[in-house]
């Protein structure tokens, strides 16, 4: 979905900062991060495990103070606009833990007794299915229950800045589409998501731009399809030749059309601007050198590779990969 020409400043930071002391000496969780959120976009925060995306975010959401740096949020500060803030945001956090022995419409009601004005509960129940589960105990709900209970809060003060922190972990594949659809009808009424996730394919459809973070800093920023065309190439090749079998990188990097190549797991991905080209030639190099091919395959490349090539892991289960 592209923003309208008159889209308003939701969020920025500038020189964003967030430092601790610990044992090693002083920690830089975010360490001098720029950005902008606008009206009507749906914008993710990427990184590993460690990158600082939790500190900026809990930033932004007025749960922690930062070191130094600008923080506007509707255009107001935390600090001297709490209270006003708290009504105009909402917040889904990767985990909530609700009174138990509350129903689900009664949770769902107790949150929107915090807002002056905002959503019925029985409005936002439909919306992310939970309507059967009205008369249900907190306790009886299963895990992917209780995370759209959680967004459900977070929707009842209609908010106009939604933070989303992994929103969909746990969820059914219908229940993560279910939530897809709120945050596309967020932006089509001129409101903003900030989103978190470990799902790339999520990433890549419902986010308009996409900043990736890794050691407090953004290492990149961009549309998804700007961020992919950054590779150099849009097909990714994956082979392997056999467990513990080391191909030089200079060999790889070396066949025609190949323009980055990585182990990948037991395995080796290349990034190639001309599959026709450059399968052929890595076939006979391989033969030159007596390797037997046991796989290959070829893709799109896609926004997991952008996060892999940069980061050096796999955003999802941490792993990492060497470059």
Known sequence: ???????????????????????????????????????????????????GKTTTIEIFEGLLPPTSGDVRVLGMHWGDNDNELRQKIGISLQETRFAERLTVLETITLFRSFYREGNRPEEVMETVGLNEKAGSWVVKLSGGQRQRLAVACALVGNPRLLFLDEPTTG???????????????????????????????????????????????????????????????EHIVEFSVGEGVDI???????????KEARTDGNGFALTVSEPHIAIPSLLESLQSRRLKLSRLTTRHASLEDVFVNLTGRHLRDGEVSSS
């Open 1 to 51: 979905m592209e923003l309208k020409p008159n889209s308003e400043l939701l969020l920025s930071c500038r020189d964003l900062r967030k430092q601790y002391r610990g044992r090693g000496g002083i920690v830089h969780a975010v360490n001098g991060l720029d950005l902008e959120i606008r009206s009507g976009e749906c914008f993710g925060l990427l990184g590993p495990n460690g990158a």
């Open 248 to 258: 030089p990188d200079y060999v790889l990097k070396g066949v025609p059309a190949v």
């Open 171 to 233: 969820l059914d594949p219908q229940s993560r589409r279910r939530l897809w659809d709120v945050i596309r009808r967020f932006q089509e009424e001129n409101r903003a998501v900030l989103l978190t996730t470990h799902y790339m394919d999520e990433a890549e459809r419902l986010c308009n731009r996409i900043a990736i973070i890794d050691h407090g800093k953004i290492i990149a920023l961009g549309s998804p399809a700007e961020l992919i065309s950054g590779l150099g190439g």
